[in-house]
Nanobody, 122 residues
Framework: QVQLVEFGGGLVQAGDSLRLSCAAF????????MGWLCQVPGKERGFVGA????????YYADSVKGRFTISRDNAKNTMYLQMNSLKPEDTAVYYC???????????????WGQGTQVTVSS
């Protein structure tokens, strides 16, 4: 069993940066492919990006490519989402997830964090 806890959400202005953290408790994070997803009211949870078990490979949704960076520190059992050049349309609840997949485009989440709100004002 793995418990995931996100930190770092908040209210920022367009163009600002924000870093989210996802800390894992329980089994070591290195066993899992990891990802970030986001959700706005009335819509399905959408893919933001993913990172391989070793951290050597990442994959991003087109909407965040070049602005967001995912990294992980397996020694600290933590994953990060660095969000730069934020836009109002990035406003959402952001979730981290640990999955069983071997491909970044579909991590097949097994465990979810509780979510953290990111609000970007114009």
């Amino acid at each position: 069993q793995v418990q995931l806890v996100e930190f770092g959400g908040g209210l920022v202005q367009a163009g600002d940066s924000l870093r989210l953290s996802c800390a894992a408790f329980g089994r070591t994070l290195s066993h899992y492919i990891m990802g970030w997803l986001c959700q706005v009211p009335g819509k399905e949870r959408g893919f933001v990006g993913a990172i391989s078990r070793s951290g050597s490979s990442t994959y991003y949704a087109d909407s965040v490519k070049g602005r967001f960076t995912i990294s992980r520190d397996n020694a600290k059992n933590t994953m990060y989402l660095q969000m730069n050049s934020l836009k109002p349309e990035d406003t959402a609840v952001y979730y981290c997830a640990a999955g069983s997949s071997t491909v970044l485009v579909d991590i097949r989440p097994i465990y979810w964090g509780q979510g953290t709100q990111v609000t970007v004002s114009s």
